[in-house]
């Protein structure tokens, strides 16, 4: 017969047995309803990964909306206030280089936005809740 055959006519022996009893003794000694391991203070987040997504909304934005439409994050009020923020001054520098572009200052907006941008990714990496001043005012609502 083949490989399957031989698992086929195996048949059960006394080890077996005490092998399942012993399985089955072993599980009933685990206790049921153990708790859950407590949750971290940033609302389930780690504190590391909270900063890392806070810091990482500014540069990019993408993340910053991510973060906001992601349940375990947008309950996180440091995730969720730096990313609402992050929005705030993205859409402001977007808007203020398309609108001076003309001008001629579109990109220099565009590289002072950049180098705020990193500001204050910094700033959430190290942990500050800091409120830009129009941004701020603008977004509130949101966070």
């Not at 940033?42 to 500014?58: D, F, I, R, S, W």
Request: hydrophobic residues 45%; glycine residues 10%.
């Amino acid at each position: 017969m083949g490989k399957c055959g031989y698992l086929a006519e195996r048949k059960p022996d006394a080890s077996d047995q005490i092998g399942r009893q012993e399985r089955m003794s072993d599980m009933s000694e685990e206790p049921i309803g153990t708790p859950p391991p407590p949750i971290a203070p940033t609302g389930g987040v780690p504190p590391e990964t909270a900063k890392l997504l806070a810091a990482l909304g500014y540069p990019i934005w993408i993340v910053a909306l991510i973060v906001i439409l992601m349940d375990p994050y947008k309950q996180d009020p440091i995730i969720r206030h730096h990313a609402v923020q992050a929005l705030g001054l993205n859409l402001a520098i977007w808007v203020l280089g398309v609108g001076t572009m003309w001008i001629g200052i579109g990109y220099f907006i565009y590289l002072a936005g950049f180098v705020y941008e990193v500001v204050c990714a910094v700033k959430a990496y190290n942990g500050e809740m800091f409120k830009m001043p129009v941004i701020y005012d603008m977004v509130k609502s949101y966070i």
